[in-house]
């Protein structure tokens, strides 16, 4: 049994309404999601501001994760003695986060999942080549066995992205059992990654137009992991 969900397809919301994968989901671009995004682009906003704001879409983007989990029914006695047809959570989850950015997005998940285990995978861009490296991973034992919330705010090229799935995959994660959570994702991140693992959900809050000549999201909004931490 799963749940419905209020996203929507990719394609749909896309600027250059080029096609885009059907795992690939984005946020309903309601009035106040569109307002919130505004202050992150905005190069003027002050880092609390920008910490402030991103942690608001990040939490609407956790609870669309949630929505995408399979649960089964589960009936319990309410206090006035009648039985309640409701439903639980079917598997455990882990989340992972893409470090530094990713890391933004831990809390979001612990304010819904109180005592969620969070793995970690370290992947930088070279910023000459915008290359992905591995420096690091540590992720729960029990990986395997679990659905995988993987974490990062911006989606470019999706090298980065592509790096840590194949890490997932390579510790047993199946790979329908991985929702990755983003902020903005480029049109070429979201197909390099969604084509490459199809059996993936990806939900972003926003896709944006393309990127730069140095592999930067446009509009974008900057470095985010910068803005957000120093
Ligand atoms: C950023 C971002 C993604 C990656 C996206 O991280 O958080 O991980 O770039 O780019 P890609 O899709 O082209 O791989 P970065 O390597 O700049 O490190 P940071 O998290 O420390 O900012
Ligand atoms: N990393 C970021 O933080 N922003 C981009 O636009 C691309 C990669």
């Excluded at 795992?23 to 309903?28: D, E, F, K």
């Excluded at 990040?58 to 319990?76: A, D, K």
């Excluded at 999706?158 to 790979?175: D, F, N, R, T, Y």
Aim: aromatic share 6%; proline share 6%; charged share 25%.
């Amino acid at each position: 049994m799963s749940i419905t969900t209020t996203c929507i397809p990719a394609s749909k919301t896309n600027v250059n309404k080029v096609e885009l994968p059907s795992n690939a989901l984005v946020l309903p671009p309601t009035s106040q999601l569109q307002a919130l995004l505004t202050i992150i682009r905005d190069e003027k906003t002050q880092r609390g501001d920008f910490v402030f704001t991103s942690d608001r879409i990040i939490r609407l983007l956790v609870e669309e994760g949630l929505n995408h989990l399979p649960v089964v029914p589960r009936t319990v006695r309410t206090p006035v003695g009648i039985d309640y047809d409701g439903v639980a959570f079917q598997g455990r989850i882990c989340g992972v986060s893409i470090m530094r950015a990713g890391e933004a997005m831990e809390a979001g998940l612990r304010d819904c999942c109180r005592s969620v285990r969070i793995g970690k995978i370290l992947i930088q861009r070279d910023e000459e080549t915008c290359q992905p490296k591995l420096f690091y991973a540590k992720l729960p034992d029990d990986i395997s066995e679990r659905y995988c919330l993987l974490l990062d705010p911006m989606l470019a090229t999706g090298g980065s992205c592509i790096k840590a799935i194949e890490v997932l995959l390579s510790h047993g994660v199946q790979e329908d059992k991985i929702i990755f959570l983003n902020l903005i994702a480029s049109p070429e991140g979201i197909n390099n990654v969604c084509l490459k693992f199809p059996k993936l959900r990806m939900i972003t809050a926003w896709v944006d137009e393309g990127l730069d000549g140095h592999s930067y999201i446009i509009p974008g909004l900057g470095d985010f992991g910068d803005r957000y931490f120093l």
